[in-house]
């Protein structure tokens, strides 16, 4: 019996921070889907094979004042929405298929929004067959002549691979098919799952070239789900109790001797054929987790990852059994996921579980990002942050692959309804940043040590031997036949009795004698073929051995050149990846200039713009000023001349009583001139009447008071005044906006100022003062003598520069009353009228009575 070998997955040789490992950036790809309907609004554009361009949507533009623009977002390919599951392949997943046969890793996971079309790229539909089922169909095509016996490689449940031999894996197929109550018969095989029925076509079939002929290999796959952080096995066989079901057991994860992050427990089926690859895929396809939401009818409501993982071992140097060598078995793995979408709850309505599981979802993807934007500062900048990949499921399974494990690429799924279109805008900047993320190459296996061809070589030593035994007459399958050997015994002459019974018996001795050189002649003719046979099969031997040493020779010759020309190749791709990094370098100085040119643009743009906000600002506040001026000089001119009409009054009033004072000493004098005189003339005297003395001439205050009553002189800085017009002038056909404060009183007189087509308002406003030309404000205000004045000052309305309405004043109107017989309540000096003059002396005189003696009584007229 054999002993078993253990492989575990391959790691890069050498540190994983050495100075000379070359990179490759994340490669992301971008895929359109089809619109749903034809009157939906699109909002994205395919501009070339590499770019794609986004409309914001005319709502959205109203809504934001025009902030959204245009952007333009780059990728490696752009797929519009004639493109076909095939051409997406060919250029995405295809040279992943390549890698893994190759040993190398790899790591394939679509992106998006909920209902882009993430699933439909990853699974498709039948005739229209995705990413997985093409991937594993071209895997079988191509290692399918050189695929090992089932059980030959087993996994440890450590993230290895054991090799077990013929027995043992003997043993374990006829274990397996013991405990299948119905064996697999071969019509079961063509009539596979309707739900993968025709995916792939026969014409669109592919197989990898320059596959290792001198391998043997075995592919196991695993299916497993995210959901709400936690994993679960989808291929797990759970026993079914249908009175008490349990819930399905979460997995963890962890890390191997290698560091690479596994699945503990999880079920890894090892299969032959595509068609049973389909059948593993769908009876984990059965237990995931969907959901109908208010945007996806079918929506991923968990985060799946199919694994295909690929053991191969060289052949030993025979080229017939498996090398029982564990530093030569390689296991590879190529992991496509299918990540749920994010979306918004308040666009799908989630509520209870649908609402916990879209927060869970959201959270992943958002932890991915955060990975990505740590990836790309610690790259760009030269920082050593920690990476966040524990704190989710999804980023801790794959950190390896971030840490150079094998290549990433990523396709962005988006849907061109412009309902979407802020969703998207978030996912085109994830994509943007992602491809700034670079991943170390993965390095080659190590070539075995073992001649090349081994197989064929073996194959070609079996046809060989059948034929010669075909052409004996043999068998051609009696390779190491034992029976063989009996035959060839059995066609020699039988030996005659060998019993001497005389001694002088001499026919036994010589029969036997006889028969003895006859078998020895036949086995010497024998003997004689079998090295003639053995000769030229020498001779065929060393031709063959001369051939291969011709072979080696040219194919080292070969070799020495390609390793001049690789050479060659690695200078010239240091030379172009010191071009690219110089590229890059000056990529992001140009994007940072631009960056701080549109800064420094909108900067002046805000700049300008509030600059012509303050320009208007201040010819408003100059016209207000201005206005202002006016009305200041006005007012202090009004002011002014109130006050000078008031000192003048209280002058003249002063005068006025000094005066009166001093007539009143006159009469005094004289009256007492009059006693003194009368007392001392003679009788005759007595019956005399003095003279009536005279009051001081007013004309003076007759002056000053029409001085007093004259109107005040316009401003200076008002515009010359109208000439005086009828009052019937403020009737025209202008229209009028009649001012009149609710504080005015009704006065109950003839004359009322009418102005027809005019709107009436308490308080002027913009609306009232756009529909019209003319101004008239109703001023009233209480006059010298008591009595209610009314003015009627009236303007012409104009368009400000602004937008607003202004009234220049031009004309004032004065509307007053007086009563001619009611006594003036302040005394006018001014009065030239004489019997008012009369009176005021008769009532006067009294005054001077009271204090004078009887004679002046006795004079005095009733």
């Excluded at 073992?450 to 060989?464: I, P, S």
């Excluded at 060839?488 to 039988?494: D, K, N, T, V, Y």
């Excluded at 992001?588 to 900067?603: C, G, N």
């Excluded at 320009?615 to 207000?624: A, G, P, T």
Aim: aromatic share 6%; with cysteine.
């Amino acid at each position: 019996m054999q002993r078993p070998g253990k492989g575990k997955t391959p790691r890069r040789l050498g540190p994983k921070k050495a100075s000379n490992i070359e990179k490759d950036p994340v490669g992301v790809y971008c895929r359109i889907r089809p619109l749903g309907a034809g009157d939906e609004e699109c909002c994205i554009e395919m501009i070339s094979s590499s770019t794609i361009q986004l409309h914001a949507p005319d709502g959205l533009k109203a809504n934001r004042n025009g902030e959204y623009k245009e952007t333009q977002y780059s990728f490696k390919k752009v797929f519009g929405i004639n493109t076909t599951q095939m051409e997406l392949f060919e250029d995405v997943a295809k040279p992943l298929v390549d890698d893994l046969i190759h040993c190398k890793n790899g790591l394939l996971f679509t992106y998006g929004v909920t209902g882009s079309g993430k699933t439909f790229t990853m699974t498709g539909s039948p005739g229209e067959g995705g990413l997985l089922p093409r991937s594993l169909d071209m895997l079988f095509n191509s290692i399918g002549p050189f695929q090992a016996k089932r059980f030959v490689f087993k996994p440890d449940d450590k993230n290895g691979m054991e090799i077990q031999g013929q027995v043992d894996a003997l043993l374990e197929r006829q274990k397996r098919d013991s405990q299948q109550s119905v064996p697999k018969t071969p019509s079961s095989r063509q009539k596979p799952d309707p739900e993968f029925a025709d995916m792939i076509s026969s014409e669109e079939a592919c197989k990898s070239e320059n596959v290792d002929e001198d391998c043997c290999y075995s592919v196991f796959v695993s299916y497993i789900e995210i959901y709400n952080n936690y994993i679960y096995d989808l291929l797990e066989d759970a026993p079914f109790d249908p009175i008490r079901p349990k819930p399905p057991q979460s997995k963890i994860l962890r890390e191997d001797q290698n560091h690479n992050m596994y699945v503990a427990g999880c079920t890894e089926v090892e299969v032959k054929s595509t068609e049973e690859a389909f059948e593993v895929f769908w009876k984990g396809q059965k237990k995931r987790r969907i959901a109908n939401t208010q945007l996806n009818r079918e929506s991923s409501r968990s985060h799946s990852v199919f694994t295909v993982k690929l053991a191969q071992a060289p052949l030993d140097a025979d080229g017939d059994h498996i090398l029982q060598d564990k530093n030569q078995v390689n296991v590879s793995q190529l992991c496509l996921v299918d990540l749920a979408g994010s979306e918004r709850t308040s666009r799908t309505r989630a509520e209870g579980s649908r609402l916990r599981e879209a927060g869970n979802i959201n959270q992943s993807l958002m932890t991915l990002r955060t990975c990505m934007e740590v990836l790309r500062e610690n790259q760009m900048c030269g920082t050593n942050k920690m990476v966040p990949y524990r704190d989710s499921k999804v980023t801790h399974l794959f950190k390896n692959y971030f840490d150079g494990e094998g290549k990433v690429r990523m396709i962005v799924c988006v849907n061109p309804n412009a309902d979407d279109y802020e969703e998207t805008m978030l996912v085109m900047r994830f994509a943007e940043m992602t491809q700034e993320v670079e991943v170390a190459r993965p390095v080659d296996r190590p070539i075995c040590g073992l001649a090349a061809g081994r197989r064929h070589r073996n194959q070609a030593f079996r046809d060989e031997f059948s034929r010669h035994l075909e052409e004996r007459g043999g068998p051609s399958n009696a390779v190491d036949d034992p029976a063989l050997l009996n035959q060839l015994i059995e066609s020699l002459p039988a030996l005659p009795p060998c019993e001497l019974v005389d001694p002088d018996d001499d026919r036994t001795l010589p029969r036997l004698i006889e028969v003895l050189e006859t078998r020895h002649r036949i086995r010497q003719m024998m003997t004689d073929q079998f090295n003639k046979t053995a000769s030229t099969l020498k001779c065929m031997l060393e031709q063959f051995d001369s051939q291969i040493n011709a072979k080696e020779t040219y194919l080292h010759d070969q070799q020495s050149k390609l390793s001049q020309k690789d050479k060659v190749i690695i200078n010239q791709r240091t030379e172009m990846e010191r071009l690219e990094k110089k590229s890059k370098t000056l990529e992001y100085k140009i994007d940072i200039l631009q960056k701080t040119t549109d800064m420094y643009e909108h900067d002046k743009r805000s700049l300008k713009q509030e600059l012509e906000t303050r320009e208007q600002r201040l010819q408003r506040e100059l016209s207000e000023r201005r206005r202002m001026e006016h009305r200041m000089q006005g007012m202090v001119t009004d002011t002014k001349l109130k006050w000078e009409k008031e000192c003048e009054r209280r002058v003249n009033a002063k005068q006025l009583e000094m005066q009166n004072k001093l007539w009143v000493k006159d009469e005094k004098l004289k009256q007492l001139k009059a006693i003194v005189t009368e007392s001392s003339s003679s009788g005759g005297c007595l019956t005399g009447r003095p003279e009536k003395p005279e009051r001081p001439s007013r004309e003076r205050d007759r002056n000053n008071a029409q001085k007093r009553s004259a109107s005040p002189s316009p401003l200076p800085t008002a515009p010359p005044v109208r000439p005086m017009h009828r009052r019937s002038h403020s009737a025209g056909g202008e229209k009028w906006v009649d001012h009149k404060p609710p504080s005015n009183l009704d006065l109950d007189t003839v004359m009322q100022p009418i102005i027809p087509n005019a709107i009436k308002v308490s308080t002027p406003n913009e609306k009232a003062l756009s529909k019209c030309h003319k101004y008239v404000l109703r001023h009233q205000e209480l006059a010298s003598d008591g009595e209610i004045e009314t003015k009627l000052i009236k303007g012409n309305v104009f368009k400000t520069r602004g937008g607003g309405q202004a009234v220049q004043f031009t004309d004032i109107e004065t509307l007053k009353q007086e009563c001619p017989i009611a006594p003036s309540r302040k005394r006018r000096s001014g009065s030239g009228e004489g019997p008012l003059q009369v009176e005021d002396i008769e009532n006067r005189a009294p005054v001077a009575n009271t204090s004078s003696s009887h004679g002046y009584q006795k004079r005095r007229k009733p």
